[in-house]
């Protein structure tokens, strides 16, 4: 039981674990900023285009007394995803930006130049015996 607790908290001293839980408490309160956006200046300014009293939280249909399909969630439900998912590739984006700048790209080894036949000065594949180009012997 002792090693079970010190592998696991070596687990939760790494820094992906730690990363994924700011991760987690920083997207949980840009959720709520999201939807404060979209309840109360988005929606409200798709009432004000179209003119009527209703919104998109009105857009309901009852079913019976006590069900109603709640389009307007629904809707909200993709503004909201929309825009977390748009932000996520922003930051994703910048993410990948900073890393390549950082990170030195590797240069590619030099190649090395390719065989020449000493008779007609044409380059030949590796390995070749024969010139294709002049049929001479290349040692």
Sequence with gaps: M??????????IA??????MAVGVIIG????AIVNSLVGNIIQPFI?????????VSGLQIP???ETVIDFGAFISAIINFL???WVVFL????????????????????EEPAPVCPH??????????RCPHCGGTIE
């Design 120 to 129: 007609c000065l044409e380059e030949v594949k590796p390995g070749a015996t």
């Design 91 to 110: 930051i994703v984006k910048a993410l990948n930006k900073m890393q390549a700048a950082v990170k030195p790209e590797e240069e590619p080894a030099p």
């Design 83 to 85: 825009i977390i998912a």
């Design 47 to 55: 009432t004000l285009i179209t003119g009527g009293g209703v919104g």
């Design 28 to 31: 949980g309160a840009f959720t």
């Design 14 to 19: 790494k820094g992906n674990v730690m990363d």
């Design 63 to 65: 079913v019976n007394e």
């Design 2 to 11: 002792n090693g079970f607790m010190k592998e696991f908290k070596e687990f």
